[in-house]
């Protein structure tokens, strides 16, 4: 048996390129299959139902997707749409397959398989004691549920509902980035360790390969192995390479949890066929006891308005970790004066960002030494932009003169790049779930949706 799946990027809408992609084509693959979303952006796009990248940017992506298809005759599956997975995101993405469909002339079955979770539903679910914490989750209540966008990640078998019943084309909701090139496959017989190490292996497109980048990769899945090949011109693939990318997100670097069970890579061997494709044998899939769903959710916690700054002046940066709090307890006797006590301090956060000083370790340098300059991020959070941006105009102005005790008179502490230095970000979002429904079959959270273009 061989099984040719083609990924021909990492993220629907962050371009590929299309001569790469052609022959992969060429090829003659049995399904296409491609990853829309992802959390790695964080909760904005799950809380707020906007997608990271543009219809545009999907759509260019998208035609060639489409077109490909319709000359192959094969299966298309796109999962995570819209970012996030939410099923608004799901009816996006299927608007933009309409238009190209029609401006095109493409006829197709099209499968939505929608991916969000009613609050009753997961209330039930909690009072039933069937939704579990997974590791550094947060703590949760059942009020959670109502102030959050909660999706469920879908695993490979309402994918399989949907290309039984004859779509042609599958637009999921939340995936499981695997399950996207491991439904078709799973069909077929193949070997259920292979084929989820090959889904592992091209979930990102040529993430993998070196250097690495948004384009393609073509997998030969055979009885007892599989082949990757890089596609773009330039690239090429190594064991090492293809072997690292089994620890991508993933705090083990042998086992990756799907919702049916465990992928375990512990004895896979990894071989240079050529420069450009590796041969990969060995890995096993270990069922689990009980089928499990991972919830995400994200909730609306506040607005925010930043303001950029920079500073060089030695002095001021040795004295700006001790201002801060300062000025905190300083902004937070303001917040009182200004709004007349209608604004509590405990609910306006004034956050400093020294970036130079830790600020994207978030923990001391581990090689400490005097930074020569800094950029400092401070960003505000209120219940209301108009609160946040009110208490943000204040803020930068004190930020831009505080007191320095080796300097007499007034001095310039921070320099802004912008005028007016406030921006305005808009909602902020967090997440609150990060947890698994157990006891579940493979597709009660799920529904599907077929129509004829």
Not at 4 to 20: K, S, W
Not at 55 to 66: K, S
Request: net charge negative; proline share 7%; glycine share 8%.
């Amino acid at each position: 048996m061989e099984l040719r799946i083609l990924a021909p990027t990492g993220a629907l809408g962050a371009g590929f390129d299309a001569d790469a992609f052609r022959r992969g084509v060429a090829a003659r693959p049995h399904v296409i299959a491609c990853d829309a979303g992802s959390t790695d952006s964080g909760p904005a796009a799950l809380g707020s139902g906007t997608p990271k990248l543009s219809d545009q940017a999907v759509a260019r992506d998208l035609r060639l997707l489409l077109r490909a298809r319709a000359e192959l005759g094969v299966p298309l599956v796109i999962g995570s749409c819209g970012t996030s997975g939410r099923d608004d995101g799901v009816d996006r993405v299927a608007r933009l397959v309409r238009e190209i469909a029609a401006a095109d002339d493409l006829g197709l079955t099209l499968g939505l398989v929608y991916s969000d979770q009613p609050a009753a539903r997961l209330e039930a679910l909690h009072d039933a004691g069937r939704i579990s914490p997974l590791l550094h989750a947060p703590e949760i209540d059942r009020d959670v549920f109502a102030r959050s966008h909660t999706v469920a990640m879908m695993g490979v078998e309402p994918i399989q509902e949907a290309l039984r019943s004859g779509c042609d084309v599958v637009l999921a909701g939340r995936a499981s980035d695997t399950a996207l090139f491991a439904a078709l496959p799973h069909m077929e017989g193949a070997d259920p360790g292979l084929t989820w190490h090959m889904a592992k292996t091209i979930e990102c497109g040529a993430a993998c390969a070196v250097p690495p980048s948004a384009n393609g990769l073509l997998v030969h899945l055979r009885d007892d192995h599989f082949d990757v090949t890089t596609l773009a011109e330039g690239s090429r693939l190594t064991p090492r390479s293809v072997a690292a990318h089994t620890l991508y997100e993933n705090a083990d670097p042998f086992r990756v949890a799907e919702p049916s069970g465990t992928l375990d890579t512990t004895d896979a061997t990894y071989e240079a066929v050529d420069e450009r494709t590796v041969r990969v044998r060995g890995a096993r899939f270990v069922p689990a006891d009980g089928y499990t769903n991972k919830l995400e959710g994200a909730a609306l916690v506040g607005y925010q308005t930043v303001i950029v700054g920079g500073v060089r002046d030695q002095v001021v940066i040795k004295h700006l970790p001790a201002l801060v709090p300062f000025a905190r307890k300083y902004f937070a006797d303001k917040i009182l004066d200004v709004f007349g006590g209608t604004v509590d301090p405990a609910d306006v956060d004034i956050d400093f960002r020294l970036y130079g000083a830790g600020a994207v370790l978030a923990v001391p340098e581990p090689e400490p030494g005097p930074a020569r300059e800094l950029g400092v991020l401070i960003t505000v959070t209120a219940p209301s932009q108009e609160t946040a941006h009110a208490v943000a105009t204040f803020v930068a102005h004190a930020s831009s003169h505080l007191p320095i005790p080796e300097y007499d008179g007034l001095v310039s502490t921070l320099a802004y790049p912008f005028s007016p230095p406030e921006t305005d970000r808009g909602p902020l979002y967090r997440f609150t779930l990060h947890h698994v429904v157990t006891g579940v079959t493979p597709t009660e959270l799920f529904r599907t949706v077929t129509e004829e273009i």
